[in-house]
């Protein structure tokens, strides 16, 4: 018992300073969350020891080929860009994180340009079958310095709170943005009435979500950075059962093999809007030329 008790002392000396960027220490209610006083972003310190292989059975398991659940996410996204007042015909876009692509073909079909960016091969191979070009897709292991166009509005639709390394990669953001690019992130909101009713329960408590971004995190991080908030609005999405089932049996660590058998296509029948514990933010880069 006391090896214990000592060996999470030590994980506790051990969990990084905030990826928010405050400098206050951070704050231990208790052994699972490193909290930062200044934002109440933190760190989920029974997940920073786990894990953070993406392979083809994320996907897989959460259903991201399932047409019906690419629907779902299209719909979803179209209803944000309408909310926002995004008119993207013209613009060169970048979905980061894509999954299984249903979202960046939509772009791809209706914006001037667009370019989509993951982790796992077999996302990318399931967007080139469903028509995006190869040339437009890039590995986020291997990003080049400059991709092929200045990109005018970023989209992090559940991806950013996955960012391994969110600084080097917001500065290859804005290195390869436009002066009037904007970012939209949706992600987890720490300090969300869900998550303060259901703590280590709350559903975005998962093994590869280590760092809990809040509001005002996200705010700070961005603008140290040069991106400016704009525009915050709840971000309802369109999710049918198959989404519910597939997520709620991931929180519970359920065998991969219950969890594909479980998601029959007609739990994919059923659609409402639902938000949980969700934040939805536009930022612009500031034109450091005044």
Same mark, same amino acid.
């Given at each position: 018992?006391?090896?214990r ?8 000396? &051990?969990?990084?300073?905030p ?19 200044a934002?109440?972003?933190f #760190?989920?310190?029974?997940?920073l020891?786990?894990? =953070?292989?993406?392979?083809?059975t994320y ?17 979803t ?5 309408? $909310?926002? *007042? ?11 994180g894509?999954?299984?692509? %249903?979202?960046? @073909?939509?772009?791809?079909? /209706?914006?001037?340009k667009?370019? *989509? ?5 077999? /996302?990318?191979?399931?967007?080139i ?8 897709l ?8 400059e991709?092929p *166009?200045?990109?005018?509005l970023?989209?992090f ?23 009037q690019?904007r ?8 300090g ?5 009713? =259901?703590g280590?329960l #709350?559903?975005?408590r =998962?093994?590869?979500h280590?760092? %809990?971004w809040?509001r ?5 991080? =961005? ?12 971000p309802? $999405? ?5 989404t519910?089932t ?13 969890a594909?058998r479980?998601?029959a296509p ?6 409402f809007r639902? /938000?949980?514990?969700?934040? *939805?933010?536009l930022f612009g @880069?500031? &034109?450091?030329?005044?």
């Amino acid at each position: 018992m006391l090896m214990r008790i000592r060996q999470r002392v030590h994980d506790l000396r &051990d969990v990084p300073p905030p990826l928010c960027g405050h400098l206050e220490p951070l704050r231990f209610k208790n052994a699972y969350k490193g909290q930062c006083p200044a934002c109440g972003s933190f #760190w989920d310190v029974s997940a920073l020891d786990a894990g =953070l292989l993406y392979d083809v059975t994320y996907p897989v398991l959460r259903s991201h080929y399932n047409a019906k659940v690419g629907e779902n996410k299209v719909r979803t996204l179209k209803s944000w860009l309408d $909310k926002l *007042g995004i008119d993207f015909s013209q613009l060169t876009v970048c979905e980061v994180g894509f999954g299984g692509g %249903h979202c960046l @073909k939509f772009l791809s079909d /209706n914006s001037r340009k667009a370019f *989509g960016i993951e982790t796992i091969n077999e /996302n990318i191979a399931h967007a080139i079958s469903l028509g995006i070009s190869r040339e437009s897709l890039f590995s986020a292991q291997a990003l080049p310095a400059e991709i092929p *166009g200045k990109v005018d509005l970023w989209v992090f639709s559940d991806s950013f709170e996955h960012l391994p390394d969110p600084d080097t990669f917001i500065s290859w953001v804005s290195g390869n943005s436009s002066r009037q690019a904007r970012l939209l992130i949706i992600a987890p909101e720490a300090g969300s009435l869900s998550d303060r009713m =259901l703590g280590r329960l #709350w559903p975005h408590r =998962l093994h590869d979500h280590r760092f %809990h971004w809040s509001r005002e995190g996200l705010v700070h991080f =961005l603008s140290i950075r040069n991106f400016d908030l704009a525009a915050s609005f709840s971000p309802a $999405k369109y999710v049918s059962l198959i989404t519910i089932t597939s997520h709620l049996l991931q929180k519970l660590g359920t065998p991969g093999w219950v969890a594909e058998r479980l998601n029959a296509p007609i739990l994919a029948t059923f659609r409402f809007r639902f /938000n949980f514990g969700e934040m *939805g933010m536009l930022f612009g @880069k500031r &034109d450091e030329h005044h």
